[in-house]
T-cell receptor, first 114, second 114 residues
Framework: SAVISQKPSRDICQRGTSLTIQCQVDSQVTMMFWYRQQPGQSLTLIATANQGSEATYESGFVIDKFPISRPNLTFSTLTVSNMSPEDSSIYLC???????????FGPGTRLTVT | KQEVTQIPAALSVPEGENLVLNCSFTDSAIYNLQWFRQDPGKGLTSLLLIQSSQREQTSGRLNASLDKSSGRSTLYIAASQPGDSATYLCAVPAGGTSYGKLTFGQGTILTVHP
């Protein structure tokens, strides 16, 4: 199974600022996924990040708001830009084991926007 | 579009009881189904993954079943313990070329009291 770490674990940010969340995996993976979990809600996929290409965004999410980098096969970042209180959520990255198809998640980043 | 529903939304049981959590999905053409556990404010822990060709998977006190034709899965927890208290989520791949794009249910909040 993959071991995933995220930084920061939590942050409190002011409206209008940006926060970059880091995701590190202990093994090389082709695709990494970013999810959002709003308070009291389930998880929603934001985008899929492939190394060496543009991220693919789901309906309702745009690159200007959630730019993603994927510089190598073990690391990705998600930036939440021009934040508003509605962006207060837990942001999680995940990877897929291509042999078992099991999905593994990081511990999440709890973001509060004031 | 795949939709995943979990029943009940919340469940409170005394320690030692056996219990069943339900998950249903609208599109039966799934590759697999995965059950997760989420502790408050934390990331997701994978519990069990059932491939589309399987009917059951077991891990310790947990048993998950899958009936693709009826679009249903159940998670059976035997001899529940207070440490089992958490939110349980089921998820299925959204389809396409990647198994990693998951669609989640809303979760069942389980409380096991001593």
């Amino acid at each position: 199974s993959a071991v995933i770490s995220q930084k920061p674990s939590r942050d409190i940010c002011q409206r209008g600022t940006s926060l970059t969340i880091q995701c590190q995996v202990d093994s090389q993976v082709t695709m990494m996924f970013w999810y959002r979990q709003q308070p009291g809600q389930s998880l929603t996929l934001i985008a899929t990040a492939n190394q060496g290409s543009e991220a693919t965004y789901e309906s309702g999410f745009v690159i200007d708001k959630f730019p993603i980098s994927r510089p190598n096969l073990t690391f990705s970042t998600l930036t939440v830009s021009n934040m508003s209180p509605e962006d207060s959520s837990i942001y999680l990255c995940s990877v897929e084991d291509r042999l078992s198809y099991e999905q593994y998640f990081g511990p999440g980043t709890r973001l509060t926007v004031t | 579009k795949q939709e995943v529903t979990q029943i009940p939304a919340a469940l409170s049981v005394p320690e030692g009881e056996n219990l069943v959590l339900n998950c249903s999905f609208t599109d039966s053409a799934i590759y697999n189904l995965q059950w997760f556990r989420q502790d408050p404010g934390k990331g997701l822990t994978s519990l069990l993954l059932i491939q589309s060709s399987q009917r059951e998977q077991t891990s310790g006190r947990l048993n998950a079943s899958l009936d693709k034709s009826s679009g249903r899965s159940t998670l059976y927890i035997a001899a529940s313990q207070p440490g089992d208290s958490a939110t349980y989520l089921c998820a299925v791949p959204a389809g396409g070329t990647s198994y990693g794009k998951l669609t989640f249910g809303q979760g069942t909040i389980l409380t096991v009291h001593p």
